[in-house]
């Protein structure tokens, strides 16, 4: 079955750095999209990243881009979440995902596999 754990998450000042990881199984990962969404406090699951199969095309929201960078091993099959320039905003529960689609009317991500989650604290 699909699995997918994280790691990498903690505490960090602003303007600080953490890569996230996140190792894949249970499925071909090499040929897979794969996406990193977050979940922040009281908040509805945000998606933040998305990342061909290939590695070759990647996509960010607006409030992430020009700070993030998604990328891939797939000899690994390991996704990873670099983020630079971290902000108070984006403190949450970083997930792994696979099979996302968007939510037409709301405009959020619906996600059928995610692994457990990694907490991301930016405070002072």
């Known amino acids: 079955q699909v699995q997918l754990v994280e790691s990498g998450g903690g505490l960090v000042q602003p303007g600080g750095s953490l890569r996230l990881s996140c190792v894949a199984s249970g499925f071909t990962f090499s040929n897979s999209w794969m996406y990193w969404v977050r979940q922040a406090p009281g908040k509805g699951l945000e998606w933040v990243a998305t990342?061909?199969?290939?590695?070759?095309?990647?996509n960010y929201a607006d409030s992430v881009k020009g700070r993030f960078t998604v990328s891939r091993d797939n000899a690994r099959n390991t996704l990873y979440l670099h983020m630079n320039s971290l902000k108070s905003e984006d403190t949450a529960v970083y997930y792994c995902a696979k099979d996302v689609e968007r939510d037409q009317i709301r405009g959020t991500p619906i996600v059928k596999y995610r692994g457990q989650g990694t907490q991301v604290t930016v405070s002072a």
């Open positions: 990342i061909m199969s290939d590695g070759t095309t990647t």
